[in-house]
């Protein structure tokens, strides 16, 4: 069925509903977009949207009594109130299974006081449920506002199961894990998962490394290089244990530091070795393509190929390429802005960029990564962190410690800030849920205008997410195919740096216009 869009009055550079076209001039609006959607062309189906609590969820769970249960809205809540969504509704919690840094302290090897993470474990191998308080205060909240999945991973193996008996390495590319521990690891991995799950916790995935091609010899937070076979022995030990243990849990592999590893975009090797190919081919010394609990699944993070338009594309095609090849679905598990490598044509630099402007280049990256590279998942990098210098490029939620600076120990509460980047994933996050698949949109996309859109599996509701970097008001024409009926209302949730999510009820029509300079959801619903 053919179907309309409307004109919305709640934009700042809207027109009045009423307002003849011939009071509408050319020069108010950047251009006008022509945009088709069809719903009945689908794509990958979204297992969710999500971030990290890594490492200042365990501090504030644990210590900021007052502000906390806030913090934890912002990430979580799927609430409007009053025209404003309370939060952003995260559907995925990525949850730091730590190396037990924490408790030794000095001896860890990781300097960072608030980047080491307690273990459920102690040294003589028991248990103890009540640790990581700050963590599962964020679990608990998660699970209460109706966050749908959990994903366990790891950083470093356990400090008592490491050569050197640090949470950092000194083995360059090889895993600081003990060859005679691998078993242990993976026992525990599947022990607290099973744990959590008893609780009510649907952990669906585990990641036993973190960018294992990493030498992680520095001092700043826990790591481990790993090996390709290495990776795959830790997970073929995983999958015994998940199974010994009839969970339905499966292994998510490898987190990548960067999507070249798993591009036909010029390649990487890790270790001389193509990922998948070692992975998937039978013949391969790596092969695990046959374990229970390894599906054609590959994770890896958006870092370092992101410092323009066309990188973002070229490279994302080829991981396309490469997971149809191997029919893999593909998971974004990690990002923030690390590098300023970035073209100063697209992007002005951490030190002149507004809170907007970077969380509308995130929103680059979101895109790509969802309509190129095909990503049924994508994940922030830190929900949590310290208001550093250009400290916005790393985090969701800026804290404003009290009683200490980056390193020390912290005494007592501070404050909080929700940051751009929060809201403008919450254009996602909030209203793409698991189960909805995405859908065609064509338009004459670039740099400055792209948009993407999502179906729910009931086919009752439309998601599309667009960004306008313009300074002046967009004017799309929509047309809508392949919906079972006609919508019935619609709404648009609009973020800028003036508006949070801020939402209005539109009447159904043929006319959109997008603020200048902003990241809108538009909801149909049937």
Request: proline share 2%; net charge negative.
């Amino acid at each position: 069925m053919a179907g309309t869009a409307a004109m919305t009055a709640c934009s700042d550079n809207a027109y009045k509903p009423g307002e003849p076209q011939a009071a509408r001039p050319a020069e108010a609006y950047a251009v006008d977009k022509d945009v088709a959607i069809n719903a009945a062309n689908t794509h990958q189906t979204i297992a969710g949207f999500g971030a990290s609590d890594c490492w200042m969820c365990q501090w504030v769970g644990r210590d900021w009594t007052t502000n906390r249960a806030r913090i934890a809205e912002l990430l979580f809540s799927q609430e409007v109130a009053d025209g404003q969504p309370k939060g952003i509704g995260l559907s995925m919690w990525r949850v730091n299974a730590g190396a037990g840094t924490a408790e030794k302290g000095d001896a860890s090897g990781v300097t960072t006081v608030q980047r080491r993470a307690e273990s459920f474990m102690d040294a003589d191998g028991n248990y103890d449920w009540n640790k990581c308080e700050g963590q599962r205060y964020f679990m608990e909240q998660a699970k209460a506002m109706g966050t749908e999945k959990f994903v366990l991973f790891s950083n470093s193996p356990l400090v008592q199961w490491t050569y050197n008996g640090q949470g950092r390495s000194d083995r360059g590319n090889n895993s600081n894990l003990l060859n005679s521990r691998y078993d242990d690891f993976a026992d525990y991995l599947a022990d607290v998962t099973a744990h959590f799950k008893a609780q009510g916790y649907n952990f669906t995935h585990i990641s036993p490394v973190n960018e294992p091609q990493g030498t992680w010899n520095g001092h700043d937070q826990e790591g481990s290089g790993w090996t390709v076979e290495q990776t795959a022995k830790l997970a073929r030990e995983l999958d015994r244990a998940l199974t010994e243990r009839g969970l339905d849990t499966d292994i998510l592999l490898a987190e990548c530091d960067r999507w070249l590893y798993f591009s036909d975009e010029s390649p990487w090797e890790w270790a001389g070795q193509d990922m998948a190919e070692a992975y998937w081919n039978p013949a391969s010394e790596a092969y695990i393509g046959d374990l229970k609990h390894f599906k054609p699944l590959i994770g890896a993070h958006s870092y370092w190929t992101d410092t323009s338009w066309d990188e973002m594309r070229s490279v994302r095609a080829g991981v396309a390429n490469k997971a149809a090849r191997y029919g893999a679905e593909v998971w974004q598990t990690e990002w923030c802005m690390l590098g300023d490598e970035h073209s100063r044509e697209e992007y002005s630099g951490h030190s002149s960029a507004s809170d907007m402007e970077r969380a509308m280049y995130m929103t680059r990256i979101i895109h790509n990564d969802m309509t190129v590279a095909n990503c049924s998942s994508w994940s922030y990098w830190v929900a949590l962190d310290q208001r550093l210098q250009y400290g916005d490029r790393w985090l969701l939620i800026y804290l404003d410690m009290i009683g200490g600076t980056d390193g020390s120990v912290f005494d007592g509460e501070g404050s909080f800030a929700a940051a751009h980047t929060l809201w403008a994933l919450g254009n996602y996050s909030l209203f793409v849920r698991p189960g909805f698949k995405r859908v065609d949109l064509n338009t004459a996309e670039n740099r400055n205008f792209f948009g993407s859109a999502y179906i729910s599996a009931d086919g009752r509701r439309l998601v599309a997410v667009y960004t306008n970097y313009s300074e002046k008001p967009v004017r799309m024409h929509i047309t809508l195919d392949g919906l079972s009926g006609n919508p019935s209302s619609l709404r648009s949730y609009t973020t800028s740096a003036s508006k949070s999510l801020e939402e209005c009820q539109l009447a159904v029509g043929n006319e959109i216009l997008l603020d200048a300079q902003s990241v809108t959801t538009l909801v149909y619903d049937l």
